[in-house]
């Protein structure tokens, strides 16, 4: 089996792709796989280095902003629309492929277009509760349109032809158990809140989680992780000023990254972060009540229709990020721990909404679209 992937721009779009892939090779050892990204993306560091072939092309995003520099952006990007159609074809045509799947992201929109062009049969997997543009377009034409979240149906042409497999979730999610990763991380008995804001970091978070970080060094009623971030450089300065010390407050442990994730995500009785999909899918492996706050600064607002997902089932709560101070969370954290049972009833909606066997669903869909291409 040749199989062509096609995703990029964020790591929302690449790591489902590399997890698919991933779980096509441990099924199939001599399938040959090939990625196209953008040429200049991160995907162009991460699939090589999860061992798989790259190729690149030159493609853009359009910008909404309509000035002068958006306008110069825009007639760039229109250009690179026709080239890179040219050089994805070039890439398809020596490849081969059995079947394209696609991931999202701008630059999979040229490749998996050209191939459903060229007649090779093509899938794509929408990661959010609200549907990309690319794969809104895709959708369409596409084999099968594979959905992480029932909802994201409702935004997509009826002719998609949608089936729900969840997203691929890390098998160090689905493996840690909550005992074994409080004994590892030292805890006691005392609930742990686990909060972040993403690799970079979320500024809004941070100066949000002060104020809690601090009662919690006063009071020592939680254990507290907190991943400030590679831009929250600040963040150690800013707790050190309002009287916090790690020599002492031994309760608080907080970190610029938190790289031992699944572990700590286990251990966490209540978890504050961002409503990236692949997040909310390893809360819902993991059966975690969480206090959501949706990015504003992505496409479509698409956090807030994933983070919407679960709140519409109680599986979460929710802040705005115009909402959020140190004073909402605060409150929004003794709101659930006042009463026990509504962390317990957040924890398991989230549990119920979780699909683990995401990579094997969707193994299957590839093998039906090319029997019945067959």
Not at 310 to 319: D, E, K, M, P, Q
């Amino acid at each position: 089996m040749k199989v062509l992937f096609a995703g990029g721009g964020t790591a929302g779009h690449i790591n489902p792709a590399l997890a698919i892939a991933g779980h096509l090779r441990e099924k199939e050892p001599d399938a040959q796989i090939l990625y196209i990204g953008a040429k200049g993306g991160m995907e162009e560091r991460l699939v090589p280095a999860a061992g798989f072939d790259f190729k690149s092309i030159t493609i853009s995003g359009f910008q909404r902003k309509l000035n002068w520099a958006g306008i110069k952006k825009n007639v760039k990007t229109a250009v690179h629309v026709i080239t890179s159609t040219r050089e994805a074809h070039r890439i398809i045509k020596e490849f081969q492929p059995d079947i394209c799947v696609g991931t999202g992201g701008y630059v999979s929109g040229p490749v998996i277009r050209e191939a459903m062009k060229m007649g090779i049969p093509a899938v794509i997997h929408e990661q959010n509760a609200f549907p990309g543009v690319t794969n809104k377009m895709l959708s369409k034409r596409a084999s099968k349109t594979m959905l992480a979240v029932a909802d994201a149906q409702k935004y997509l042409d009826p002719s998609a032809r949608c089936v729900l497999t969840g997203n691929p979730v890390r098998p160090a999610v689905l493996r840690a158990e909550k005992g074994a990763a409080r004994k590892a991380l030292g805890l006691d008995e005392r609930p742990m809140i686990l909060s972040f804001g993403g690799s970079l970091g979320a500024r809004k978070i941070n100066e949000a989680v002060v104020d809690l970080l601090i009662k919690s060094a006063q009071t020592g009623r939680f254990q507290h992780i907190h991943g400030y971030g590679q831009w929250g450089g600040w963040f150690p300065d800013l707790l050190k000023e309002k009287g916090f010390r790690p020599e002492v407050h031994h309760n608080i442990d907080i970190r610029e990254y938190i790289n031992n994730m699944p572990e700590c995500l286990a251990a966490a009785d209540l978890v504050i972060c961002r409503a990236g999909a692949i997040t909310l899918s390893e809360l819902q492996a993991q059966g975690k009540a969480s206090v959501l706050i949706p990015s504003p600064n992505v496409a479509e607002n698409h956090q807030y229709h994933n983070a919407m997902a679960l709140v519409s089932r109680n599986a979460a709560a929710i802040i705005e990020e115009k909402d959020l101070t140190g004073e909402a969370l605060n409150k929004k954290v003794e709101e659930l721990f006042k009463k026990p049972e509504t962390i317990r009833e957040l924890a398991d909606n989230a549990k119920g909404m979780a699909i683990l066997d995401a990579n094997e669903r969707i193994y299957k869909i590839l093998k039906e679209v090319l029997a019945d291409r067959n």
